[in-house]
């Protein structure tokens, strides 16, 4: 069974930093895309960013030069380390990967960020 455990949201004040984690079971990490989405209050589901078995990183134009996805691959985590923050950015964060059997999506239960002064 593939399970996806967020961790790292909170509080923050504008222009400051945090670091989601998201751990992987269930599924061989190393050779799956790995990524974030966000849902803002009232807005659909927001790819954010993802990262592929080789590395290659994509990351939405709204948080291009500010965000960066990372993995480690030993321990079937990837990261997204966020800065200058805004209070733009505030939504639930969602760790996702692709579910290749059925084409949906496996989804982490959330994690809030709110950025606020």
């Known amino acids: 069974q593939v399970q996806l455990v967020e961790s790292g949201g909170g509080l923050v004040q504008p222009g400051g930093s945090l670091r989601l984690s998201c751990a992987a079971s269930g599924l061989v990490s190393s050779r799956s895309v790995l990524g974030w989405y966000r849902q803002a209050p009232g807005k659909a589901r927001k790819v954010v960013a993802f990262?592929?078995?080789?590395?290659?990183?994509h990351c939405d134009d709204s948080v291009k030069g500010r965000f960066t996805i990372s993995r480690d691959n030993v321990k079937n985590t990837v990261y997204l380390s966020m800065n200058s923050l805004e209070p733009g950015d505030t939504a639930v964060y969602y760790c996702y990967a692709p579910n290749y059997y059925s084409g949906g999506n496996y989804w982490g239960q959330g994690t809030q960020v709110t950025v606020s002064s």
């Open positions: 990262i592929t078995p080789d590395g290659s990183t």
